[in-house]
């Protein structure tokens, strides 16, 4: 079993920070790419951004500048520095891992159960 498990949400004032963990636990080999994509009401869960196991990254474009992912190998865990936070950046946040759970198995994804973001005065 594989789970990832989101913190650090919540509610925080326009132009605010926030930082997001996500924590990959269980039977895992080796994990490959990890992200954060987010999901706002009536829309489409969105690219936020992505970051390989050897620390290449992408952005959304509506994040770029103001957010930041990191990542701890040896502790599985994906971290997203939310900065200069807007009220359109309001949404559920979730991370996800592409990941071998043993040695020969295939390259898989997990998700998240996600963690809300609101941005608001």
């Known amino acids: 079993q594989v789970q990832l498990v989101e913190s650090g949400g919540g509610l925080v004032q326009p132009g605010g920070s926030l930082r997001l963990s996500c924590v990959a636990s269980g039977s895992i080999f080796s994990v490959d790419s990890m992200g954060w994509y987010r999901q706002a009401p009536g829309k489409q869960r969105e690219l936020v951004a992505g970051i390989t196991n050897g620390g290449m990254t992408n952005y959304g474009d509506s994040v770029k500048g103001r957010f930041t992912t990191s990542r701890d190998n040896a502790k599985n865990t994906v971290y997203l520095q939310m900065n200069s936070l807007k009220p359109e950046d309001t949404a559920v946040y979730y991370c996800?891992?592409?990941?071998?759970?043993?040695?020969?198995?295939?390259?898989?994804?997990?998700w998240g159960q996600g963690t809300q973001v609101t941005v608001s005065s």
């Open positions: 996800n891992a592409a990941l071998w759970a043993f040695l020969g198995s295939p390259l898989e994804i997990y």
